[in-house]
């Protein structure tokens, strides 16, 4: 499915930035509007500091903490010995899962992109920590794509596509979705923590 995933979009859906289909648009101009964060992100063995610049090259002190503040992992940064200064270690080894997510959401937030793709990204996060990243994402006028499993993001979302073993098995608004999972499962599997 993925290798047919381009050819797909051609056939079936229409991608606009600032009302240009993205075919037509300069793909080292496109994915400088873009930033995008995995399951597993990666990062690089040298200081949160340089790991989180790397979003936004030449970006001040004062801007790479309010990109970690808005990815509330500010407050655990300053916990560490030398702050923005310590070394995550190679891949990010020495923070755990929950820590290198939002570190990689920080450097993602840093300039503020247009698109933002989350894929998985707040797998290793907590409840309190996905909320407020919900809020942070909902702020400003960027586009943000979520492919996740975790039903409470869903919420916030404008349009919702459910992907079920490669195909497209359901889509609309969040609210019809919500209400389409409650009447479709039993009440604890829609709770706070519920996965699809």
Same mark, same amino acid.
């Given at each position: 499915?993925?290798?047919?995933?381009?050819?797909?979009?051609?056939?079936?859906?229409?991608?606009?930035?600032?009302?240009?289909?993205?075919? #037509? $648009?300069?793909?080292?101009?496109?994915?400088?509007?873009?930033?995008?964060? $995995?399951?597993?992100?990666?990062?690089?063995?040298?200081?949160?500091?340089?790991?989180?610049?790397?979003? #936004?090259?030449?970006?001040? #002190?004062?801007?790479?903490?309010?990109?970690?503040?808005?990815?509330?992992?500010?407050?655990?940064?300053?916990?560490?010995?030398?702050?923005?200064?310590?070394?995550?270690?190679?891949?990010?080894? $020495?923070?755990?899962?929950?820590?290198?997510?939002?570190?990689?959401?920080?450097?993602?937030?840093?300039?503020?992109?247009?698109?933002?793709?989350?894929?998985?990204?707040?797998?290793?996060?907590?409840?309190?920590?996905?909320?407020?990243?919900?809020?942070?994402?909902?702020?400003?006028? #960027?586009?943000?794509?979520?492919?996740?499993?975790?039903?409470?993001?869903?919420?916030?979302?404008?349009?919702?596509?459910?992907?079920?073993?490669?195909?497209?098995?359901?889509?609309?608004?969040?609210?019809?979705?919500?209400? $389409?999972?409650?009447?479709?499962?039993?009440?604890?599997?829609?709770?706070?923590?519920?996965?699809?």
């Amino acid at each position: 499915m993925f290798c047919y995933f381009p050819f797909l979009l051609l056939l079936f859906i229409q991608i606009l930035i600032g009302g240009i289909d993205i075919y #037509k $648009l300069n793909l080292r101009w496109l994915r400088s509007q873009m930033r995008t964060v $995995l399951q597993e992100p990666t990062l690089f063995d040298t200081t949160i500091k340089e790991n989180i610049e790397f979003g #936004k090259i030449g970006s001040s #002190k004062d801007e790479v903490t309010t990109s970690a503040k808005k990815a509330n992992i500010h407050d655990a940064i300053n916990e560490l010995p030398n702050s923005y200064n310590s070394s995550v270690g190679e891949h990010g080894g $020495l923070l755990s899962g929950g820590q290198k997510q939002r570190v990689a959401i920080a450097r993602a937030l840093l300039g503020n992109p247009p698109l933002l793709l989350l894929d998985e990204a707040t797998s290793a996060l907590d409840v309190e920590n996905e909320a407020l990243l919900e809020e942070t994402i909902s702020e400003g006028s #960027k586009t943000v794509l979520i492919v996740t499993h975790r039903l409470p993001l869903v919420r916030s979302a404008h349009l919702v596509v459910h992907v079920e073993d490669g195909t497209v098995g359901w889509f609309g608004t969040s609210e019809e979705y919500m209400e $389409l999972k409650s009447f479709n499962e039993k009440p604890e599997e829609v709770g706070e923590s519920s996965q699809w």
